[in-house]
């Protein structure tokens, strides 16, 4: 929508006369630059996620996990969130009072170092490296981001809008490899972007 109303704002130079574009020339430089904000602006409101929407993630999470075998069955889950603390507290208060079978759940917050054998879910709110993505390959560890090529760099489930509702698809071969099995249940829900 902000796209296009710069564009229409645009698109009335061509019809103004030469002697009044160079009268006005600060103006317009000016309207350029207010376009080129609400521009950026605009991308940036459509870029964060909204409360409802990190509830829906969160929820996704958690349904993953329950529909996941891992080769040793834990007593506790840890989710691990990649470079966003305020959305491993969401995950907190969202799962304080909620288990996987008869495991409790823990969460925490992680970066590059972090020792990721405790992990058993890490989910990627933003891009990550593909060297990072190799390195938890080698660990049964549910991998789940909304990067474009997150499945092609090796994740395991990405998650992405479509028709205003989120979805997912899932590498079922990337969590083979890892020792993971994934309910065919879960798998029959999955969906190219």
Not at 19 to 27: C, D, G, L, N, T
Not at 140 to 145: C, E, M, N
Not at 185 to 193: A, N, V
Request: with cysteine.
């Amino acid at each position: 929508m902000c796209p296009t109303r710069l564009a229409a704002l645009l698109s009335l130079i061509h019809f103004l006369p030469a002697y009044y574009i160079k009268r006005m020339a600060s103006v317009w430089r000016n309207l350029m630059i207010l376009g080129a904000l609400a521009l950026s602006t605009c991308n940036i409101a459509v870029a964060e996620p909204t409360d409802r929407e990190l509830q829906i993630t969160a929820a996704y999470l958690y349904h993953f996990i329950q529909f996941t075998d891992w080769p040793e069955k834990p007593t506790v889950f840890h989710y691990c969130v990649y470079q966003n603390a305020n959305f491993a507290d969401l995950l907190r208060k969202t799962y304080s009072d909620k288990t996987v079978g008869d495991a409790s759940i823990d969460v925490s917050n992680i970066n590059e170092q972090k020792k990721l054998d405790d992990c058993h879910l890490i989910y990627f709110p933003q891009a990550v490296s593909p060297g990072f993505l190799q390195k938890i390959s080698k660990y049964a560890i549910l991998s789940v981001g909304s990067q474009k090529d997150f499945t092609q760099l090796g994740g395991i489930i990405y998650l992405f809008e479509e028709d205003q509702k989120l979805r997912f698809y899932i590498n079922n071969s990337a969590a083979t490899d890892t020792g993971l099995t994934i309910s065919s249940q879960l798998l029959k829900l999955s969906r190219e972007p």
